[in-house]
């Protein structure tokens, strides 16, 4: 028989949507036995967690350790990106406290339409701070990027490159290069720009990023984009402070998928907030109309911003209008989707636009057995009809998303408003249609606290705390099990419950959140977490 450890509290859940039991037995890291304090009154090792709850622990199946623990600057201009001048402010005094020297300097975590420009900095902005050393300013979401007059000579960026493929260079009316990089252009400007990191300098920030996730609760993760010859030190760092990584590869770019026996590639179908948007022509007309009344309303300055990004609609087969950026298109789709089903590897398609979205189930469909060959996972699904929305429940793929994006980013998706029957994020279709959801975070680019995005699922409201298709929303149980079974069975494993024969993966929190209201789900302090029955947090 070997370690037993007997847990009880005010109220456990063994798993969301099951009756709460007083007390569970963990034996060798398994749950072996739920039931009531009486019942196991007889064990040496017995902790009561008075005056407290005991939850499945949260599993964040899309979030990207790798990105934030390799950029010491991560998230680090996040605070100073309301003005274009307090950005450039900001710069300079990071600047300032940096090693002389020619390499290059990099800083993450503006929000363009945050701006009061209303866009990224342009590399003549960035030269006034930083004129003579390659600089890199990476947006939040990392889909946008900008850099200065001598970053671009470092990547070799003339008025005579192209644009490349899945990517732009956005240039001004002359054919010059304004700094500004979308896509791949963007995660080219990433990899050259990587901190090169000691080892053990990036371990020691690797398990300090797994204690900060252990105090929130989270006790497993899928990254979303680590190389794959940095996984297995990810892993083991994480490990380490009881964590457990499962990486989805790619190259040297974030862009690369990299195909595996037994593990998960990450594909980028299409872009970031340069999504692939399919319309027909109908909807292409309410979206005119749309973007003309808002740009004649109250936030018309954000409205013509949004407008501008979207770019110039193009004109497909079968009367249908497209925006946005593809990454992968439809033949390397079908290529990816076949070559993991000879091989074996899962793969985890980012699409966030209808247009991808389509794509990738067509890709499935071209395939004879690929649905049941390749474990697959589609990440975002932001923006979807309810019969693309019944196409994925019937695909059998998990579907991977982040109602944070409806706080972060709300406001500007919703200036100029999806034609019906759009929705964004359609959580309530998607369930309804019988899709197998998991609730993530995708941190850095929205908050990495598992309350905000069940609290989003369940309240859908921006940042200004207007509604976002409230119509999508999650009921408290619902979003709770997509952060825990669904999230699991995202990442293909057992575990997310605390019922006899799971993972003893549970935290201790200081309210019900059944008892609160959705507002207040924010509140909830994680006091202690557990990784296979031993603890690996404790609030202080």
């Known amino acids: 028989m070997g370690e037993r450890l007997v847990v009880t509290a005010d109220r456990v859940v063994p798993r969301h949507g099951a009756p709460p039991v007083e007390a569970l037995l963990v034996e060798d890291g398994v749950v072996r036995e739920v039931g009531t304090r009486e019942q196991f009154q007889g064990h040496e090792s017995f902790r009561y967690f008075e005056g407290s709850v005991v939850l499945p622990g949260f599993i964040d199946p899309h979030q990207h350790a790798y990105l934030v ?9 996040l605070a100073f990106d309301s003005a274009l001048a307090d950005l450039l402010a900001a710069v300079r005094r990071f600047i ?22 209303l866009r990224s900095p342009t590399a003549a902005e960035l030269d006034s701070v930083c004129p003579d050393r ?147 022509g109908r909807q292409m007309g309410r979206v005119m109309r749309n973007g003309v009344r808002a740009g004649l309303g109250p936030d018309r300055a954000l409205a013509t911003a949004v407008g501008r990004r979207t770019g110039r609609p193009r004109r497909g087969a079968r ?92 406001v500007e998706l919703t200036r100029s408003p999806v034609p019906d029957p759009l929705r964004l994020i359609p959580l309530r279709t998607l369930t309804d249609a019988g899709a197998s959801i998991a609730l993530s975070s995708d941190f850095p680019a929205t908050d990495l606290n598992p309350w905000r995005a069940i609290t989003d699922a369940v309240l859908r409201l921006d940042s200004r705390g207007d509604p976002v298709h409230p119509e999508e929303t999650l009921t408290l149980e619902e979003a709770l099990t997509a952060h825990t079974t669904g999230a699991a069975a995202a990442l293909g494993v057992p575990g997310g419950s605390l019922e006899p024969g799971s993972p003893a993966d549970f935290i201790v929190v200081d309210k019900d959140p059944y008892a609160l209201a959705p507002q207040d789900l924010m509140s909830i302090t994680t006091l202690a977490t557990f990784r296979a029955g031993a603890q690996t947090y404790s609030h202080t």
Not at 69 to 77: E, G, I, K, R
Not at 224 to 232: K, Q, S, T, Y
Not at 240 to 263: A, F, K, R, W, Y
Request: aromatic share 4%; with cysteine.
């Open 69 to 77: 623990t390799a950029d010491p600057h991560s998230d680090s201009l």
């Open 96 to 117: 300032e406290r940096e090693p002389t020297g020619d390499s290059w300097l990099r800083y993450h975590g503006y929000r363009p339409l945050h701006l009061d420009i």
């Open 134 to 280: 390659p600089l890199h300013l990476i947006s939040r979401t990392y889909h946008e990027s900008v850099v200065n007059s001598a970053g671009l000579a470092a990547l070799g960026i003339t008025p005579a490159t192209p644009d490349p493929a899945g990517g732009r260079i956005v240039r001004d009316r002359r054919g010059r290069a304004t700094g500004v990089l979308l896509e791949t252009a963007s995660f080219l400007a990433e990899a050259a720009s990587r901190t090169q990191m000691d080892t053990s300098v990036w371990v020691e920030r690797v398990m300090s990023y797994g204690r900060l996730l252990a105090s929130m609760g989270i006790t497993r993760i899928g990254d979303g984009a680590v190389p794959a010859d940095a996984a297995d030190t990810l892993s083991a760092g994480l490990d380490h402070v009881g964590i457990d990584l499962h990486p989805l590869l790619v190259g040297e770019q974030i862009d690369q998928p990299v195909l595996m026996p037994g593990m998960t590639a990450k594909v980028l179908a299409d872009g970031g907030e340069y999504c692939h948007l399919c319309f027909t």
């Open 319 to 410: 009367g249908t209008w497209h925006t946005g950026i593809r990454i992968t298109n439809d033949s390397g789709l079908d290529a990816l989707m076949g070559k993991a089903s000879e091989i074996g590897a899962g793969l985890a398609v980012h699409a966030i636009g209808n247009g991808a979205v389509q794509s990738v189930l067509d890709a499935i469909d071209a395939i004879p057995g690929a649905a049941a060959d390749v474990p697959l996972r589609v990440e975002h699904a932001m923006v979807l009809d309810p019969d693309l929305s019944g196409r994925l429940a019937d695909s059998g793929a998990h579907i991977v998303v982040q109602p944070g994006l409806l706080h972060e980013f709300g």
